[in-house]
């Protein structure tokens, strides 16, 4: 079965621009076109698409308030945001509002497909060039949100680490099951729980609080109990 995807972008060039990228894979269809964010939750809530491929900017309602309505509806679309290079803090209020992943407008076809098919299967997505801004932005400001997520990772056991410093990678469940010496069933409680004790609602808000406190595989190598 194909992986139904809503598309959402104010500018009908870019969005008949990305749906022939979609296009070029018998894996994806694109079921319903929005032009803004108010029309992007009544579509979904129509339409019921696996993702949600959504532009962070837009006019009336932007990409990040309709991701929070998103998450009222039932069941929950994947949401893959679109973005130009440089708005991290957009990137930033978006993961808060429930986005699962990001992908460059400037993206190639193979980027982007790969993108929403990780997304689809819950696995979060931050292109390298995002990440580096995130961690730039971490290091450089030592916030109040900063502290508060170092708070919040500071509950985690030393395994948790682990799992968390892996989200932040990116890897799905199979890398980490194979880097952690685990059986996938085994990392699946462990994210559960991570994401528990985070208080976040999924893969991606972990992974974001994972950058945000320079958490990475490396350091979190020394033995466990």
Do not use: C
Request: glycine residues 6%.
């Amino acid at each position: 079965m194909p992986v139904n995807v809503l598309l959402v972008d104010d500018e009908p060039l870019v969005r008949a621009g990305i749906k022939a990228l979609l296009d070029t894979t018998d894996e994806i269809q694109v079921i319903g076109e929005a032009s803004d964010g108010s029309e992007a939750v009544d579509l979904a809530a129509r339409l019921r698409p696996d993702v949600v491929v959504m532009d962070v900017n837009m006019p009336k309602v932007s990409g990040i308030t309709a991701a929070r309505r998103i998450q009222d509806l039932t069941p929950t679309p994947r949401i893959l945001m679109l973005t130009a290079l440089g708005d991290d803090e957009k990137v930033s209020a978006a993961f808060r509002a429930g986005a699962d992943g990001f992908a460059l407008k400037s993206t190639r076809t193979g980027e982007l497909i790969r993108s929403v098919l990780a997304v689809a299967e819950g696995d979060p997505v931050v292109p390298p060039e995002i990440m580096r801004l995130m961690i730039r932005r971490t290091v450089e400001q030592d916030t109040p949100e900063v502290a508060e997520a170092r708070k919040r990772v500071s509950r985690l056991g030393g395994r948790e680490r682990q799992v968390l410093a892996l989200l932040g990678s990116g890897a799905n469940n199979a890398r980490i099951a194979e880097s952690l010496f685990m059986a996938e069933g085994t990392v699946k409680a462990y994210v559960s729980r991570v994401l528990a004790e985070l208080s976040v609602e999924n893969r991606t808000q972990a992974a974001l609080l994972a950058h945000q406190v320079g958490l990475t595989p490396e350091e979190t190598e020394q033995p466990t109990a």
